[in-house]
Structure formats: C-alpha cells, structure tokens
C-alpha cells in the first residue's frame, strides 16, 4: 500500500468515524449522507444476491434500519464500506436462506465442481438486464454456490479489494482468492455450457 | 515456472492481487506458454463481461421509504430511551424499586400502543404522535449504548442477527415460533411491546415458559 493510498484511507476513516459521531450525537443528516453514499451499491448487492427487484428494495431498506440502529456503535476498526457492507451480506444471508435453501452451505472449501442451482421460480426475466449478454451473466451469476457468488459479485460488481471483501465475508484473504477464481470459473463454465 | 498456472493464479493475476515476485514469474510463463495466454484472455473476456453488466437503479421512492421507517424507528428508540432514563433515575430508591417496575411495562405498553396508531412519518403538526410524551421526560440521554434495548421488562442485546435476552448468548433455542402463529400470538399478548424489536424483520430470543424460544415475523 502506498503512502497516498494510506494517507487516503486514513482520511476517509475519519470522515467515516465523524459521520457515525454526529449520527450519535442526534444530527439526522448524517444517516443521510450515509444513505446517499451507499444506497446505490447496497441495492445491486442485494439485487445480484436475490435476484429480485422487489427483493432487492426490501432488502435494501432492511439493511439501511440495521445500519441506522448499529451506526452510533461504528467506531472505524473497519472503513464504513466494508462495515455496511458486512451488514448487508449477513442480512442479505439471514433473509434469503428463509424463502429458499442456500445453494451452497457457506463452508470456506465448496465441493470442486459441484454446481447448484437457484429456486428456478424466480423468474429469468426478473434477471434480465438489457443487454442479452449482461441477462446471460446474470443467470450464469444467480446458478452459482452463494459463497462463490457472493464473492464474485463483491470483486466484479461492487469493485472490492480482496482484502476488503476478506473484512466483509470474515475469511481469510487466501480463501476469497479462491472462491473469486472458482467461481468465475463455474461462471465460464455455465456460460460455455449455454452458448 | 514449468507448471501452468492454475485458475487461481489467472484469476489473482487479471485482479493484479498478486505480489511483485509471483507477478514477474507468472509474466515469464505466459509469454512462454501460449496455452496459459489463451485462458487468461478467456478469463478477462469474462471478467470484463460480468463488469459490463448494467447496473441496477434503485426505485425512485426507496430513499423516502428508508427515511420514513427510519425516522419512526428513531422515534421509539427516543421514547425508550426517554422512558428508561427517567425510571433509572427512580430505581436508586430500593423502595421504589417495583413499583417502577410496573411502571416502566405500563409506559412501555401504553407506548407501543400509541406508536402503533400513528402513521410511519407522523406530519409536523399533528398532535397526538409519540413525541408528545417526550416533553414529560426531558433530553435524550447520550451514550447509551445503541445495540441493547430493554423492553418486556427484560434486556436484550444485539447479537449477530438477532435480539437475543441477556444471559442467553449462548443458548441454543429451544423452539422457533412464527408471529403469527398462536403461539406468537400469545406471546406477543403477553409482551406487546415486542413489537419494538420485531418491527423491521429482526429475531428475538427471549426466555418464555421455562424454554428459550426465538421469536420472528415470518
Ligand atoms: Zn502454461
């Protein structure tokens, strides 16, 4: 890491650590910065994650109460990224396990090769995007083991360090090297299979 | 480097999460190993697919939603915390001890009711919504901690995902009931200022009829 980069996040720590200050101290704007500041990236996770719009609106707005309820207790050990964002996974995890097995029990060695399928009644036009392409991906992406699928969509789509999604999932920086790599790869795989 | 790389190492090596050393040593292999250069170039076209995929815009009226569950979920909090802050002042007294005790689950009840009556973002110059009572108490009380709650005359702490009643972190449920089962219901007619906790979707752990019994919406 260099020294900008260091002298980066520190600052942005403590922009972070004030937020989650004024947030206890009563001012109401600074939830509102939060939200503005992640809303967008909560919602494609939890879009990507639950493949539903809907699901990902509700998701949304479940994950925005916990983080306004916890963020007085945000004391900057992690970057406020990387804190919402963990937030968001164990939500995402909790709620979707509910209404539908997990593909992939979320152990840090899924099986080689074994690829599991999505509740196929989620429709495959709720995962259209406009692109034929893009909508390809998109199902490729919801067939894939949650573990793997999650930190596909954490590294292509949310655009996160490895060390940040380490931070985010709780694992070690090696085993989301591997589950990036396995996952794209039964990702490439899918996508041969279909073309 | 004599072996080809492995998925792994393709992979690390597009996301350039990779040290120096092992960067300069898989460079070497690939300009010498044209099998190895054509998985890399699979492994970026498809990297560079999953990238181009469009994003998703949240709906327009998902910001105003989030706002208005949070600021009446603020307004409990506010409540509870007025309502215990004034009957901590009064426990110092042993004598007064239980009867604030029945107080605070009086108040607490009465409140829940209230706070279920008004509409999520109650407009500014109505009367009759939960911040009315605030007046009575005084100034919110700082520093508390934002992840214990104390509600059905117990404490819960946060943990994880759930709502968990102290002293039982580490238990195992014994039995998981739905709200709106009966025995939710019975639950909840015993406790109503449950409510509080399970409001956006959370879990509550509580001891109840010598079990430990998880508690959820649905
Ligand atoms: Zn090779």
Redesign the interface.
């Given at each position: 890491m260099g020294v900008a980069t260091v002298s980066t996040l520190i600052h942005s720590l403590d922009v972070d650590v004030e937020l989650a200050e004024r947030h206890?101290?009563?001012d109401?704007q600074a939830?509102?910065e939060v939200?503005?500041r992640f809303?967008?990236m909560v919602?494609?996770l939890a879009?990507r994650l639950s493949g539903n719009?809907e699901e990902?609106?509700d998701l949304?707005?479940?994950i925005?109460?916990?983080v306004?309820?916890?963020?007085?207790?945000f004391g900057g050990r992690s970057t406020l990224k990387t804190w919402i964002f963990r937030i968001a996974i164990?939500?995402c995890r909790?709620?979707l396990s509910r209404w539908r097995p997990l593909t992939q029990p979320l152990g840090d060695d899924p099986g080689e090769g074994e690829v599991t399928y999505a509740d196929p009644s989620r429709g495959p036009e709720e995962l259209a995007?406009?692109?034929d392409?893009?909508r390809r991906?998109?199902e490729g992406?919801a067939r894939l083991p949650s573990a793997f699928r999650e930190a596909?969509v954490l590294?292509?789509?949310e655009g996160l360090?490895?060390e940040e999604i380490a931070e985010v999932l709780g694992v070690r920086i090696g085993t989301v090297?591997?589950r990036?790599?396995?996952g794209?790869?039964q990702?490439?795989a899918l996508?041969e299979i279909r073309s | 480097m004599k072996r080809h790389l492995?998925?792994?190492q393709?992979?690390?090596f597009v996301?350039a999460?990779i040290g120096h050393a092992e960067m300069r040593e898989l460079e070497l292999h690939l300009e010498a190993c044209p099998y190895c250069r054509s998985r890399l170039s699979?492994?970026r076209r498809?990297?560079v697919?999953?990238?181009?995929?469009?994003?998703?815009?949240?709906?327009r009226d998902?910001?105003y939603?989030?706002?208005a569950?949070?600021v009446a979920?603020?307004e409990v909090?506010t409540l509870e915390r007025r309502v215990r802050d004034f009957f901590r002042s009064l426990v110092f007294d042993p004598s007064v001890r239980a009867a604030t005790a029945m107080g605070l689950g009086t108040v607490m009840v009465a409140g829940f009711l209230l706070w279920q009556s008004v509409p999520p973002v109650p407009p500014p110059h109505h009367g009759a919504n939960v911040l009315k009572v605030s007046t009575t108490f005084g100034e919110?009380p700082?520093?508390l901690?934002?992840?214990t709650s104390e509600v059905a005359g117990r404490e819960f702490v946060?943990s994880?995902?759930r709502w968990v009643q102290k002293g039982l972190e580490w238990r195992q449920p014994d039995a998981r009931v739905m709200l709106a089962s009966p025995e939710g219901q019975a639950m909840i007619s015993r406790h109503a200022d449950l409510m509080l906790l399970l409001t956006?979707?959370s879990r509550v752990v509580m001891r109840y009829r010598l079990g430990t019994v998880e508690l959820s919406k649905g």
């Open positions: 206890r101290c009563g109401t939830f509102n939200y503005a809303e967008e919602y494609n879009f719009y990902a609106a949304t707005q479940e925005f109460l916990r306004y309820r916890h963020l007085g207790s164990n939500h909790d709620r995007v406009a692109a392409e893009g991906v998109a992406l596909v590294r292509d789509i360090s490895y090297r591997s990036i790599a396995r794209r790869d990702l490439r996508l | 492995s998925t792994e393709l992979s690390s996301d999460e699979s492994m498809l990297v697919e999953i990238r181009q995929m469009e994003r998703a815009t949240p709906p998902l910001a939603q989030v706002k569950q949070v979920h603020g909090r919110t700082l520093g901690p934002e992840t946060w994880g995902d956006d979707g």
